[in-house]
């Protein structure tokens, strides 16, 4: 590559939201066979969102079996798995390279954890779609005096059913469910401290979930010294808690609206099943909207 000058299409787009401006924005650069693990990070701290995904495309019978490679990176590091970019990348795909979707409705990503399917089947709302995400896996239950001091909460405060605890569907979060969504908006988390803490446990983040009716919750995630719009990943480890812990019904679709707090509202639409003692089909959904396309200029 050295003394060679070439382009990369990208494409910007809003995830988990109808509205432009809303939800979660993410950057898909394609075509990027050529760049190297230190180029992709590089040029996601450039875009400095959340997350930038970079798609990898190969021969057509590659993907047809295992899906389309795509890679996923924050300004700081690769990530494994992660849902806003999941969803928003299968949209652009299904937008610009149709030859990517089978089945009839259904791309499927070769993410660093394994093939994800993202299924569009709602033809009014072309790029609504919804992941199906790995079985759970359930980890420590948490100290709840300790997260309730790392959160800037109350005792009080948190939900009284079950524990705070650890899940992962490919990225793992403690799951911290309050009473109350005016509880959830007094969230403040203490970044530095809850960061150790939580890694030396198995986890990356607290997502906090608050009902506001019987099919409806709010959540917040707050993390970096930020807080994030919409995050599908967390989402698929809380619908599981919920309904591993029997505060959702196995199959019932709920609505959780995140990033209302921070003016970037986000609708994510989530549902488990339970079989005997195992969670199964976690399933997360929301719809893509395209913002912007662009080209970088690399050397």
Request: with cysteine; charged share 20%; net charge negative.
């Amino acid at each position: 590559m050295a003394n060679e000058r070439y382009e990369l299409d990208y494409f910007l787009v809003d995830v988990f939201t109808e509205t432009a401006l809303m939800g979660n924005p993410l950057a898909v650069v394609m075509n990027t066979a050529r760049l190297s693990t230190e180029q992709m990070q590089a040029i996601a701290r450039e875009f400095n969102l959340s997350e930038t995904t970079f798609v990898e495309r190969r021969a057509p019978e590659e993907e047809a079996s295992v899906g389309v490679r795509v890679r996923i990176f924050t300004t700081e590091e690769e990530l494994p798995f992660a849902g806003h970019p999941t969803l928003g990348t299968a949209s652009v795909l299904k937008l610009t390279a149709p030859e990517t979707v089978h089945d009839g409705d259904t791309v499927t990503l070769a993410e660093n954890v394994g093939p994800i399917p993202v299924r569009f089947a709602d033809p009014l709302r072309p790029l609504a779609g919804e992941m199906t995400q790995r079985d759970p896996e359930f980890g420590v239950k948490l100290d709840a005096p300790r997260v309730a001091e790392l959160c800037g909460l109350n005792l009080e405060d948190l939900g009284p059913v079950a524990p705070p605890q650890v899940v992962s569907t490919g990225t793992a979060f403690a799951i911290v469910p309050v009473r109350s969504v005016e509880a959830l908006g007094r969230l403040n988390v203490r970044q530095q401290e809850a960061t150790v803490w939580l890694r030396s446990l198995g986890a990356r983040w607290f997502y906090v979930i608050a009902p506001e009716s019987e099919d409806e919750f709010r959540a917040r995630m707050q993390f970096n010294g930020g807080e994030d719009p919409a995050t599908g990943s967390a989402a698929g480890c809380a619908i599981s808690y919920l309904v591993h812990h029997g505060i959702v019904p196995s199959g019932k679709q709920i609505h959780v609206r995140q990033g209302v707090e921070m003016g970037r509202p986000s609708d994510l639409f989530l549902s488990a099943k339970l079989d005997t003692a195992k969670v199964t089909e976690v399933r997360v959904g929301g719809s893509t909207v395209l913002v912007a396309t662009g080209r970088l200029f690399l050397p």
